[in-house]
Nanobody, 132 residues
Framework: QVQLVESGGGLVQPGGSLRLSCAAS????????IGWFRQAPGKEREGISC????????YYADSVKGRFTISRDNAKNTVYLQMNSLKPEDTAVYYC?????????????????????????WGQGTQVTVSS
């Protein structure tokens, strides 16, 4: 079955850390751009970090720059999002997506919302709640 599966979400206190995983099955992430997106209640989905598996280029939204790190484990066919110094405003459902057409356009993958519906694969999402 071809799919992306996110995991690693949960409840964490402000200032804490979480690592999200996005595991691909049924296809390899080679030659794909992979992105992390989030959607808080009542807000639009936003791209927060995207990675090209071809050239390693990355993009981070200003809201997470310096706190979040995207990485990839080729052997596990998995992409991670390390989230440090978490804030209550990071509370959202986090999704990963993969798209071959964006492999050299990672910033566009993250920021061009009209394209979101056309990405090849989306995961089901994992909830992150930052609260004391």
């Amino acid at each position: 079955q071809v799919q992306l599966v996110e995991s690693g979400g949960g409840l964490v206190q402000p200032g804490g850390s979480l690592r999200l995983s996005c595991a691909a099955s049924g296809f390899t992430l080679d030659y794909y751009a992979i992105g992390w997106f989030r959607q808080a209640p009542g807000k639009e989905r936003e791209g927060i970090s995207c990675l090209s598996s071809s050239d390693g280029s990355t993009y981070y939204a200003d809201s997470v720059k310096g706190r979040f790190t995207i990485s990839r484990d080729n052997a596990k066919n998995t992409v991670y999002l390390q989230m440090n110094s978490l804030k209550p405003e990071d509370t959202a459902v986090y999704y990963c997506a993969a798209d071959r057409r964006a492999v050299f356009r990672v910033q566009a993958m993250c920021v061009e919302r009209p394209r979101y519906g056309r990405y090849d694969y989306w995961g089901q999402g994992t909830q992150v709640t930052v609260s004391s």
